[in-house]
DNA sequence: ATTATTTTTTAGACTTATCTAAAAATATTT
DNA sequence: AAATATTTTTAGATAAGTCTAAAAAATAAT
């Protein structure tokens, strides 16, 4: 079927083209997969050998239908493993995406199909993004990020846009997770940042690079 | 660290050097593998350069004491997983082999002590293979070969020396599972096969190659 | 419209794991 | 002990994925 480093590729792909209308440069999935722009040229041109994106030298690139299908098929599997760790393994939030890093790579449509119905059908992963369905459908979560809340404005925490460990591990110290509630109590120009008051408790001091990666009710 | 195919070579060692006291054999693991002689004198070198074999050229190769940890680690998550799914995604025995030969090779020590936590500490899997803990320790299952009751004889059955889904399935028919209840009604001479009494119930006739793979309790 | 900068591609080399074919060592037969 | 057969190793090639360095194309700046 498609090796480890075709899925990475497409996946890469997938996650950047939701953030442009262009087609996907050679340089940025260069940058996401922490490797050379040459060695994502070579890959190109297998993968639309393969007819999973459509490229054309110096245009940047699309995924095609079956290459849309097969990236999607990775992050359900990436987020379902993610859900099994937490919510069965006791893993914490920011442990789980390496591991489900690998376990996304296993090839068995039983395999995720028994998980999927062990687990319950789950809607949303540990970091509130959604899980696709075997169909692979998802709903787009109705979210701001807290950069656009306004003061005296009340929410819920629904999810992170950023999964690195030591970023979770910050928002655990801060007291902020997926439910936590919020309201900002005030908004400083100079730096962006934002004072929180969480669960009508304590008050908390975030900046402007963290506010900007959490997700909340809109 | 290791990579898939050197961890599966280690295995394939381990395995064959259970079943003789020499060194094992190029040609062996070679047939095992299902690769080349000289595919196999490529990866020995490579092992033996990381202290995982100890290899004299022409002599056959032994596991290092670091060689033998690792191939039991492997053994132990292939076993685990394929508890795994048998008892927790509603996998029959004769499915989880090629999915746990993949699961196996996921690299976190947290997942599996937390999944080895999870199943509740197993001590088989669903071959009747004992699964090594944490140390690498494991009881040797006193059992013998199906082959070796004699008429009369009543015994249990504890396990499978074969996994492949064909056999599998064919116990299955036969109504021949672990647990089951097995008596030697006769055994046939001329080529060896036996008839069973199956939990007291119904008679089955297994030919000699069925029987060599079954163990029993002793 | 040139020139300069950035992006992308090509050319050639390296690594890992594999193969075929041939050579070397070991084991078996006569 | 010599000849024969088998096993194992070497030599050289190939495919996947990566890299560096250089060339080509596209963008941006003057
Ligand atoms: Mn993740
Ligand atoms: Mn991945
Ligand atoms: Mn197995
Ligand atoms: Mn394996």
Request: charged content about 30%; cysteine-free.
């Amino acid at each position: 079927m498609h090796s480890y480093t075709e899925e990475n590729y497409l996946k890469a792909i997938y996650r950047l083209s939701n953030k442009t209308d262009k087609g996907v440069s050679t340089n940025s999935i260069a940058e996401r997969m922490e490797t050379k722009a040459s060695s994502v040229t070579d890959m190109l041109k297998k993968l639309s050998e393969k007819k999973l994106i459509n490229y054309k030298k110096y245009q940047g690139v699309t995924l095609t239908k079956k290459g849309k299908q097969v990236a999607v098929s990775i992050i359900r599997k990436h987020r379902l493993w993610e859900y099994f760790l937490v919510e069965h393994l006791n893993f914490n939030w920011d442990q789980v995406h390496p591991v489900a890093e690998e376990l996304e790579h296993i090839k068995s449509e039983l395999l995720i199909e028994r998980l999927d119905e062990f687990l319950n059908y789950p809607k949303y992963d540990p970091h509130g993004d959604p899980i696709p369905d075997k169909e692979g459908n998802f709903p787009i979560p109705s979210r701001i990020k807290l950069t656009e809340m306004s003061k005296g404005q009340k929410s819920v925490i629904l999810g992170v846009m950023e999964n690195a460990a030591s970023f979770l591990q910050y928002l655990d110290k801060l007291g902020l997770n997926i439910g936590t509630e919020v309201k900002v109590v005030e908004k400083h120009n100079f730096d962006n940042s934002i004072d929180l008051l969480i669960n009508n408790k304590q008050t908390v001091h975030v900046s402007h690079e963290v506010a900007r990666n959490i997700f909340v009710s809109n």
